[in-house]
């Protein structure tokens, strides 16, 4: 399928693709199959909780932001057929779904954060399966709407970090595909190349599966943007070579004091940064801080398959039965962020987000 014509018109002139939104007639949620790039553009409709926790598992939606607006809305659509029963049985459907679709991928703070949203807007509702339903699907819109939102305010918020003629280093994607927006880390880039800023973006390909050079690449491409795909090795040589002038990553959760979770190899970046002092900036929403965790070592890190690691394209690149360790993210100290900047400004060390 051809890719559709650029979308989200209220946040050009970024020309970013909707990773994640109701179908036309709100009765499933329509996402890209991130899985399934660069060489295929294929949407998805799913309507179960089993469709949304296996495109949520498979990465077939991705970023903190988006899993947790495809979690949200992927309730609301799994809950409606059974508008018609009992309010208990209702609320033990929307309960049920919460937990399984909450469990699918436990380090994105968003996604509970925005399950959570849904069942608190529910405790006042009333006994009425029809209004609660309502109120959800209008709650689960809020995420989506306040997302795209929250892209721009970081993008507006960090775009001064980004001059004309900034060589710029990110690692995963956190582009428009996480997103219901702009992105987080890829916002100030979109807003600085709008700007008619020259910039020059290295992209790791971000092992193991290739977030960087299958979706980063591919959107900061489609946007015009100069972009170059390195191996995650090369970045520290990189930056030694003086290639480098900053570097900006997502995040999957922010500590209280600042510690971040992202996509495994993060932490790497952080570190090469600090030794060839180079600016490493964290840009997220507001809604990846998590004021209740209180320092990264806290934070519950996702393994995943061996397969991810032992297979390229379905072929074996690991002799059979080698032990893997495979976490899908690493957590950088907070003593290595120079800055990190949400929706609500630009903040620097010492971090306390326990608020
Ligand atoms: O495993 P993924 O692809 O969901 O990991 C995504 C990341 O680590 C992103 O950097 C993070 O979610 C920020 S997205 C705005």
Redesign the pocket.
Known sequence: MTPPALTNPDDAPAAVVTAVDWTADGTAVRIVDQTRLPADFVTLELRTVEEICEAISA?RV????A?GIAGAMGLVVAVAPFVDESIDRFRWRVAGAAERIGATRPT?VNLRWALDRLLRRMVDTGDDPGTILAVIRAEATSIRDEDRRMCREIGENALHLVPDGARVLTH???GAL??GGI???LAPLYLAHAAGRRIQVFVDETRP?L?GSRLTAWELQRAGIDVTVLCDGMAASLMAAGGVDLCV????RIAANGDVA??VGTFGVALAARHHRIPFHVL?PSSTLDPATPDGARIPIEQRAARELTHVAGRRMAPDGVQVYNP??DVTPASLVTAIVTDRGLFRAPYDFST
């Open positions: 990465l991705r970023g903190a932001p899993i994105a995963c994607n956190a996480a997103t992105g987080t880390a599966l977030q990553v997502g995040a999957d992202n996509k997220a899908a993210f």
